[in-house]
Nanobody, 127 residues
């Protein structure tokens, strides 16, 4: 049984920071792509950042590059998203997702490749 649980969301002022966590269970975390996605009301779910757990390779959407950092602790089966310099447009429901082998033949932030999803954690950034 695969389960992803996100936490760490909240409400902050623009320019503030939040750190999201996603703990995975039910599969080999060390052999997966882990992604962070967000969805604002009325908008499509979009890729934010991803990490290839085996080697720690990271991928970022241009909108967050330089502000967000994805990292992991393989021993804890946990992926983190450190979000700095938050902007109102960063607001949304943030979801953790996993892509297990055989990996989807797509780019790292393509939501279609991920087949397991957490329930989401809300991030609200006020101007």
């Amino acid at each position: 049984q695969v389960e992803l649980v996100e936490y760490g969301g909240g409400s902050v002022q623009a320019g503030g920071s939040l750190r999201l966590s996603c703990t995975a269970s039910g599969y080999a975390y060390s052999n997966s792509f882990m992604g962070w996605f967000r969805q604002a009301p009325g908008k499509e779910r979009e890729g934010v950042a991803a990490i290839y757990s085996t080697i720690g390779a990271t991928y970022y959407d241009d909108s967050v590059r330089g502000r967000f950092t994805i990292s992991q602790d393989n021993a804890k089966n946990t992926v983190y998203l450190q979000m700095n310099s938050l902007k109102p447009e960063d607001s949304g429901m943030y979801y953790c997702a996993a892509d297990l082998p055989p990996y989807g033949l797509s780019w790292a932030l393509d939501r279609a490749r991920y087949n397991y999803w957490g329930q989401g954690t809300q991030v609200t950034v006020s101007s």
